[in-house]
């Protein structure tokens, strides 16, 4: 690869962009995970993390990714056979279907449209049938990276009080936590599971989980093999500060400046930062006449936008002239969408000039690669970008 100058831009949905002070905060010399120092600075950063989750419950940190995550909430509270629910549309539900198949449990699939968020009427007509409670936990994404559709966890869990259905309720917030709100209390999650890697600022390498007390009664009697994974082991270290393994002790450094970031910066503006950030976005899309891939404005992404190309074009082959022209990354397209979107990450550390640049970048490489776009979706978002600083002087 030729020698590129200045700062790579990074807009996949996640891996996200590292900030400077968290990069600062990993570059430390590893401690004793076993020594008083470790101990203080988890017990540190674990109350942040709860408030950032919505809950007052245990949270667990894992050196994992995402998909460890959604394997640890299986094998925690669910036995071999065990039928389990899962809410599907999108590719990221299909991955956790797939890890729980390979886990033994018979997986039940509710196959909802990908353009839009999922309709909670269906999950009642399906659950309402379950009246012998076979259905042991359902299990939902709460931000479809694939597609750019946020979900409505909390009208999944209304389904289940409605119904008085016993099944747990499992959500996949690996791509929300920390640029959409997540309310693991509030909304009656059993378990929460997320990583470090896109809204929380960091590099890959924590799985994030937060539990109920009916997850964790569920775990006293699920057979699930699990060693590793076990939360029971990390409950009674955790307390203390400590871990029954090597934890990521750097990423945890890092967690903790992330937190320390949202306090400072006010998580309610982080989540209108998101939400600005993505709507500017969409205004580019349109003004290059392209479509965004969300049909549903309630269930818009904040963290992602996914772009449908028209017919003839392939998102991958103009993803490539875009790394190789202006050394900008975008998603590609996953699943079934494989060649027919690419997919704009605003999230985590990002302000309306980085966006920009981005947008300009996307704009310039449609145009080298003859998609017939308008070159209105720069200005269009601008003047989005723009407002809000013309309500700040207000
Ligand atoms: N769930 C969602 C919503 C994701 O976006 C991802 C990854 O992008 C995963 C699960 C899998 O996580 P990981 O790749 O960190 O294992």
Known sequence: ?????????????????????ILRAIDRPTIDHRGPEFAELVLGVLPGLRELIGTSGPVFLFAASGSGAQE?????????????????????????????????????????????????????????????GEIKAVLVVHNETSSGVTNNVHDVRLVLDQLRHPALLLVD???????????????????????????????????IQAVSSRALAAADSATLPRAYWDWKSHLDSNETGFFPSTPATNLIYGLGEAITMFREEGLEQVYRRHEHLAEATRAAVRGWGLEVFCQSS??????????????????????????????????????????????????GSLNALMLAGALCGIEMGLQLAGVPIHTEGVQAALKVLRSRFELVEE
Not at 185 to 206: A, I, R, Y
Not at 299 to 308: E, F, G, K, N, Q
């Open 1 to 21: 690869m030729s020698f590129r100058s200045g700062r790579h831009f990074l807009h996949i949905p996640g891996p996200s962009n590292v900030p400077d002070r």
């Open 173 to 207: 917030t690996v791509s929300s936590l920390g640029s959409i709100p997540v309310e693991h209390e509030k909304w009656g999650v059993d378990v929460t599971v997320s990583s470090s890697q896109k809204g929380m600022m960091l590099p890959p390498g924590l799985a």
């Open 72 to 132: 640890a909430a299986l094998v925690n509270t669910l036995s071999a056979g065990d039928t389990i629910l899962v809410i599907h549309n999108g590719f990221f539900a299909t991955v956790w279907q797939d890890t729980a198949r390979k886990l033994g449990l018979n997986v039940e699939i509710l196959d909802l449209p990908w353009e839009t968020g999922v309709d909670s009427n269906r999950v009642a007509e399906r659950l309402s049938q379950d009246a012998e």
């Open 298 to 347: 309630q269930h818009y992404s904040p963290v992602l936008t996914a772009v449908t190309l028209p017919e003839g074009f392939d998102s991958d082959v103009i993803r490539d002239l875009i790394l190789d022209r202006f050394d900008l990354s975008l998603g590609t397209g996953l699943g079934k969408l494989k060649g027919r979107v690419f997919r704009i990450g605003h999230l």
